[in-house]
């Protein structure tokens, strides 16, 4: 079956990154597109990027841009979201999910499959 | 960014009853290719990830049940859920994907009266 799986539980000091993994499985890793969203302690969802997963291109919200990177290994089926310079702030759960496209609009739609969640706890 | 408004923040509902949710998109989000409107909508259950239930505004996630329903245009839009079940308390949110930088609304919380 579709899924995503994402890595594990991370805790990290003030002023450090995390890397996040997602491996997709049941489905052409390439053919879609792989958002990243965030969600902070008793908050909303927090769109951060996307990659697609076919070419590398890359699009990312202008709150994280120069701190965040989403990348991908094709061979893998896997992306990744890398997030730099950590605050207290940045304490979330992280998901990622999967975006349609559509070919017959060539639209970069809507978001159908999601990962369980990272959570990331920074502290000193 | 598009700004994505719901209404209201929470909203307590009897069992069998109709729960209405609004979404206001701070622009057109009308696909011009298709003629279809970039808006979906999510439920979150606590501890959850997000589960999809309607993309293009109206149009239902496979396996979604039908009590579930997406309507609007413009900048107006709404969730409906039908005749309210206990397993439907959670949280609500819409998105745009209309941009290329994806926004969500606050999310709206539905409970039992």
């Known amino acids: 079956q579709v899924q995503v799986v994402q890595s594990g539980a991370e805790v990290k000091k003030p002023g450090a990154s995390v890397k996040v993994s997602c491996r997709a499985s049941?489905?052409?890793?390439?053919?879609?597109?792989m958002h990243w969203v965030r969600q902070a302690p008793g908050h909303g969802l927090e769109w951060m990027g996307w990659?697609?997963?076919?070419?590398?291109?890359?699009e990312y919200s202008q709150r994280f841009q120069g701190r965040v990177s989403i990348t991908r290994d094709t061979s893998a089926s896997t992306a990744y979201m890398e997030l730099s310079s950590l605050g207290s702030e940045d304490t979330a759960v992280y998901y990622c999910?999967?975006?349609?496209?559509?070919?017959?609009?060539?639209?970069?739609?809507?978001?159908?499959?999601w990962g369980k969640g990272t959570t990331v706890t920074v502290s000193s | 960014d598009i700004v994505m408004t719901q209404s209201p923040d929470s909203l307590a509902v009897s069992l069998g009853e109709r729960a209405t949710i609004n979404c206001k998109p701070s622009?057109?989000?009308?696909?011009?290719?298709?003629?279809?409107?970039?808006l979906a909508w999510y439920q979150q259950k606590p501890g959850q990830p997000p589960k999809l239930l309607i993309y293009?505004?109206?149009t239902r996630e496979s396996g979604v049940p039908d009590r579930f329903s997406g309507s609007g245009s413009g900048t107006d839009f709404t969730l409906t859920i039908n005749s309210l079940q206990a397993e439907d308390v959670a949280v609500y949110y819409c998105?745009?994907?209309?941009?290329?930088?994806?926004?969500f609304g606050q999310g709206t919380k539905v409970e039992i009266k």
């Open positions: 999910a999967r975006g349609v496209y559509d070919p017959n609009w060539n639209c970069n739609c809507h978001m159908d499959v």
């Open positions: 049941g489905y052409t890793f390439t053919a879609y597109f």
């Open positions: 990659i697609n997963a076919g070419n590398g291109n890359t």
């Open positions: 622009q057109s989000v009308l696909y011009s290719s298709n003629n279809k409107h970039c």
């Open positions: 293009w505004a109206s």
């Open positions: 998105h745009q994907y209309y941009s290329s930088r994806r926004t």
